[in-house]
């Protein structure tokens, strides 16, 4: 069983090699952003409260995060694996991920990071919010905003799985296909 973390900034393909990587592995793609969204278009409370957040650049409290994806190891833990897309995001989700992964009889087998600058960063998301219709995407003062989130909150989260041994850095700049085999590589190691 893989139970892999995908890891980086926003813009750095995360989603793009999370697909590839689910197919190529036969994983779960758990993607946070992807059960918020969900929660959003539902209109449910926690959808209501999580497009405020997110609409400001901000992060939605653990406590949600962590009792969704509950909620999905819980409903998906007889398959080959889960790849964690956007989570955890803080070394405190971090922790409760691991004390998650325990209580179900699992444990995170490492964390890929894609590594990309953050000009790149930002032209990639305003390209992206050209189509994809995200408030979030279209404004360059919400993007670093968010990047800034993510070298404050979500970066130190990669010391975490280092300490544990379970870390492994990616150029997340090139082709789709070059950084997917680098990824395949990494993942392949562990």
Request: glycine fraction near 12%; include cysteine.
């Amino acid at each position: 069983m893989i139970n892999l973390v995908l890891f980086g900034p926003p813009g750095a393909g995360k989603g793009t090699q999370s697909d590839m990587i689910k197919e190529k592995y036969s994983l779960t793609h758990l993607s946070t952003g992807d059960l918020l969204r969900g929660e959003i278009k539902a209109g449910t409370p926690l959808g209501i409260k999580a497009k405020e957040l997110m609409d400001q650049g901000q992060l939605v409290p653990d406590e949600v995060v962590i009792g969704m994806i509950d909620s999905k190891i819980k409903e998906h833990k007889s398959g080959n694996g889960f790849i964690f897309d956007g989570f955890p995001r803080t070394v405190a989700q971090a922790e409760a991920l691991d004390n998650l992964m325990t209580e179900n009889g699992i444990a995170i087998s490492g964390m890929v990071a894609l590594e990309v600058d953050e000009e790149e960063l930002t032209k990639r998301i305003l390209k992206r919010g050209e189509t994809s219709g995200r408030t979030d995407d279209q404004n360059e003062d919400l993007i670093r905003n968010r990047v800034q989130e993510y070298n404050n909150k979500t970066a130190p989260v990669a010391s975490f799985y280092e300490g544990q041994g379970k870390f492994k850095s990616i150029n997340g700049v090139g082709s789709i296909e070059e950084i997917f085999g680098s990824v395949c590589t990494a993942i392949d190691s562990l």
